[in-house]
């Protein structure tokens, strides 16, 4: 084991985990949709730490300053961030590991390398990684999961969205792709948030991502209190959106989209619609937000509602 990693399990005390999630803060996940899912799930199961990374060895303080407390006349207190392992205990005693905390910014390969001799060494079968992404979707629509992983003959039938890309590198795609050399079953879900709030809270997402997990791992995982939040954050984006007419013309266009998109609705739906782009559509809703912002802090935005 690598000095930047420190067992904090007792030892001689066996555990079997077969799962392994994980998530990271600091690169993309809209709607914090990826970090609702972690907070749940360590408010809501039986958990203990596991492991810890030494932090230090991974993070920029100048990059992600910590927060410290000035009182009167000195500082008092500061607030590190924790890299950490949990063995965490589903509704129905199983154990599975959550690695969460901020994404490295350093020693990428030792820190993956780290993770997978561990992993292994436990006997994890299925490494899954959860985020947000956002898209042009609507808020009124199930959330859609995209799935992709180095086994794409066990993953659910899609349609291809992306085909190739070039993406900016993630821990969360990073470790996924080590994961899955070492021979792993590693994969991911996606949450697609709709962009408008995606820079808010968005718990359906967070809801959808752990049903997904719960689904493709078998694991009993609550999500009773992220659904009614999301029920709430809904009548709340709601409300705003009834109150700006442009903004409802957009969800609108989005929902005929949606609609004609995904698999379950029938394929004559789409060739009978003659929608923009979503593209055209998200370039519409940035314009009008922007404006809204620009025309002061007393108008109240769509963006707002996700808090």
Avoid: C
């Avoid at 956002?134 to 180095?150: D, F, Q, V, W």
């Avoid at 349609?159 to 900016?168: K, N, Q």
């Amino acid at each position: 084991m690598t000095p930047m990693l420190t067992i904090d399990h007792p030892q001689g005390e066996p555990v079997s985990p077969r799962v392994l999630l994980h998530h990271f803060d600091g690169a993309m996940d809209a709607g914090r949709a990826g970090s609702l899912a972690v907070e749940q799930l360590l408010m809501t199961l039986p958990n203990q730490r596991f492991a810890t990374f030494d932090i230090d060895a991974l993070v920029d303080y100048r990059a992600r300053r910590p927060a410290m407390v000035f009182d009167k006349r000195s500082f008092q207190s500061v607030s590190l961030p924790e890299l950490a392992l949990d063995l965490v205990h589903d509704d129905r005693g199983e154990a599975f590991l959550l690695l969460h905390g901020p994404e490295p910014d350093y020693r990428w390969e030792e820190f993956t390398a780290s993770v997978s001799h561990l992993v292994q060494s436990l006997g994890v079968e299925l490494a899954i990684g959860m985020t947000g992404i956002p898209m042009a979707t609507p808020h009124t629509r199930p959330t859609y999961i995209l799935h992709h992983g180095n086994h794409p003959e066990r993953l659910p039938e899609q349609p291809e969205l992306f085909g190739r890309v070039e993406l900016p590198g993630t821990m969360s795609g990073f470790l996924e792709l080590r994961l899955g050399q070492v021979g792993l079953d590693s994969r991911g879900v996606s949450a697609s948030v709709p962009h408008y709030v995606a820079r808010d809270d968005f718990p359906q997402g967070a809801s959808a991502l752990l049903r997904t997990v719960a689904e493709s791992t078998g694991l009993a995982l609550p999500v009773g209190d992220l659904e009614a939040a999301a029920t709430l954050n809904r009548a709340e984006i709601d409300a705003e959106a009834a109150a700006q007419a442009e903004v409802g013309a957009v969800v609108a266009a989005l929902e005929a989209q949606y609609d004609s998109f995904v698999p379950a609705v029938e394929a004559e739906a789409s060739s009978a619609l003659d929608l923009p782009s979503a593209d055209e559509i998200g370039a519409r809703l940035e314009a009008f937000l922007e404006a809204k912002e620009a025309a002061g802090p007393d108008d109240a935005s769509l963006g707002s509602a996700g808090r």
